[in-house]
């Protein structure tokens, strides 16, 4: 078994799509041989799936708890998130709903998106933050290479800004971040050998940092403002 800071070697039969996989594609854990039994592909798949079968459960359960008394009163309706009675123009259209419109009004609606975006945010950092802790520094190549990743749900960063950070492995990185999450992160731009340069561009655009969350490397800036950002401090 290899330890978290070197190159596992060999393969495995993968238990979700029974191929033979190189050890590479697993999760280390604390099993017999040190890898989980489904590889970071179907682990991945696995996660958006049961991601879909939850959200589709909330939405049979908010048209299930709809009232069809308060439904028939013209002109209004009662929200599933605040309990108010609120003219039609308070919700957006939802062609699976009974009435035509969602079951929780703009504001409720709005809300949980944040919400649900800062707890996803959360979960990535803590997980980057934990890979970090169980790499031996000694261990990491160098140097590393300087990236520009995005949402797989919101590619141009336009809802939720861009993330910019540092890897040796920037395609692995955001594999691994793929398969532990459920949405995928999408790579923009590499730059090569830049990775020391991380801190110097965050300085950089520290005014439009994303505050929403505790995340330190997401930015609300295009992607030829993050790419002129990095430019600028390569030339320096």
Sequence with gaps: MASSGEEAVGEKVCRGCDRMLPLGSYTH??????????????????????????????????????DPEEEERPGEKAC??????????????????????????????ARHNREQYKRRIEALDALEDQEEQEEPPAKRPCPSDLYIMSLSFDPAGLRH????????????????????????????????????????????????RNEDSTAREWFRVSLS????????QIKH
Aim: glycine fraction near 6%; charged fraction near 35%; hydrophobic fraction near 30%.
């Design 80 to 109: 599933n998130g605040c309990d108010r009675m609120l003219p039609l123009s308070s919700y957006s259209q939802h062609a699976s709903c009974r009435d035509g419109l969602a079951s929780r009004c703009k504001e409720c609606k």
């Design 161 to 208: 800004g861009l993330k910019i950070g540092r890897s040796s492995r920037v395609e692995e990185r955001a594999r691994d971040l793929t398969a532990s999450l459920p949405f995928e992160m999408v790579v923009l731009a590499t730059f090569p050998g830049a990775g020391h340069l991380e801190e110097a561009v965050h300085a950089h655009l520290a005014p439009k």
């Design 29 to 66: 854990v604390s099993c017999r041989d040190g890898f989980l039994g489904k590889c970071k592909e179907c682990r991945c798949r696995i996660e958006r799936e049961r991601c879909k079968r939850r959200t589709e459960a909330l939405e049979d359960q908010d048209r299930e708890e709809q």
């Design 225 to 232: 403002e993050a790419v002129l950002a990095i430019v600028v």
